[in-house]
């Protein structure tokens, strides 16, 4: 048996992984830091201390790349030819994704199928349905849950293809029983992820995972829904990105149906068939609406404050005195205090860097508050 050969990994790639995940650079972060340094090389250079001691070592990024290559996957970083535009358009947007199958896949025109885990037989047909009349026109993404997202991945693979976004690693199925699912989608379409091989999933990754079939997609559908339901947020956030809403309508009756319901009252399409759909998708996102802020993603808590800034930085104890643990729009803290943009900005960077601030979708900053033992 020969062994194993890779191409090594470009030194740029390394680099864009070890920043990405180095603790404290969310999405946001990510971005006005390459914006501003230009290379992740740079920006390695430049972090302070206290952000350069969670830095990965250039091995460990190296040894992730080969393990996604050696499942059958590749990464695609934001700004890359081949990441998904759609996507790219959301303030958010992940930094670098993990692709099983093809990743051509994701820039064609979609839309999202979603719904709840515990679905009706004939909430389960309707989303099966939908997706196999629209597949043949439009990829169709889902979050491979039980229920809608399974049925929708399914209907989907009779007349065309699909894409999985999953909240974990690519070499971890979830839910268990989907095994075969997911290496089907991997094989006809594409599975799709921005957490690193291994990472198990936890309720926190979901949200993240629904901003992604959110954003691949120019519409969302929501078949059978109740009112605390993970689509609802995927739904949100869609609206929030200019992208159009569709839901199904149920019986009143029947609490799964209540959160598709609701988006009808606020205004989503009626959809009774795959023409709905068809007739009231847009081919370009529309200007983004104001952010949700409930949709926002949960921010990752820390164990404690770094030390206090000296006085003499006074940009950032301005900040640290405006800024709450409620989300404050960057436009307000300019009015507020006397320092130039440029000052704020780089002050709430070094804050967000040192754990003590969070950006938040709409260019908003908040406090981050410390765990307590």
């Known amino acids: 048996m020969r062994a194993f050969r890779r191409k090594p990994a470009a030194n740029d790639d390394i680099d864009r992984l070890r920043l990405i995940r180095t603790e404290g650079v969310g999405p946001i972060t990510y971005r006005r830091l390459m914006e501003r340094h230009g290379s992740a090389a740079a920006v390695l250079d430049a972090l302070p201390g206290l952000t350069k001691a969670s830095i990965p070592e250039a091995g460990d990024a190296e040894r992730e790349i080969e393990r996604t290559v050696r499942l059958g996957g590749r990464l695609v970083f934001f700004g890359d030819a081949g990441y998904p535009p759609l996507l790219a358009m959301l303030d958010d947007a992940p930094p670098c994704l993990a692709v099983a199958g093809d990743v051509g896949l994701l820039a064609m025109p979609s839309v999202a199928v979603v719904g709840g885990r515990n679905a009706s037989a004939n909430g389960q047909r309707m989303a099966e349905s939908l997706a196999a009349a629209l597949a043949p026109t439009l990829a169709i993404v889902s979050g491979l849950a039980r229920g809608i997202d399974a049925a929708a991945h399914k209907g989907a693979m009779t007349t065309g293809r699909t894409i999985a976004a999953i909240a974990g690693g690519l070499d971890v199925v979830y839910p268990p029983g989907h095994e075969d699912l997911q290496r089907r989608i991997a094989e006809t379409g594409a599975v799709v992820t921005e957490a690193a091989p291994g990472t198990m999933p936890q309720a926190r990754h979901f949200p993240r995972r629904n901003r992604i079939v959110a954003g691949l997609s120019l519409g969302v559908v929501v078949v059978e829904a109740s009112l605390k339901s993970g689509s609802l947020i995927t739904a949100g956030i869609a609206q929030d990105a200019g992208r159009e809403i569709f839901a199904v309508p149920g019986s009143p009756l029947d609490p799964r149906s ?22 009231n998708l847009p081919l370009q996102p529309r200007s983004s609406g104001p952010v949700r802020l409930p949709f926002a993603l949960p921010s990752r808590p820390i164990a404690a404050l770094p030390p206090s800034r000296s006085d003499d930085d006074s940009a950032a104890v301005a900040l640290l005195t405006l800024l709450g643990s409620a989300p404050t729009a960057v436009d307000d803290l300019l009015r507020r205090c006397q320092f130039s943009a440029s000052a704020v900005m780089a002050a709430l960077l070094e804050l967000e860097l040192e754990g003590r601030v969070e950006t938040l979708p709409g260019n908003r900053f908040a406090l981050v508050s410390p765990v307590e033992s």
């Open 258 to 279: 209540r959160g598709a319901n609701d988006l009808l009252r606020q205004g989503a399409v009626v959809t009774e068939s795959a023409a709905d759909v068809l007739a």
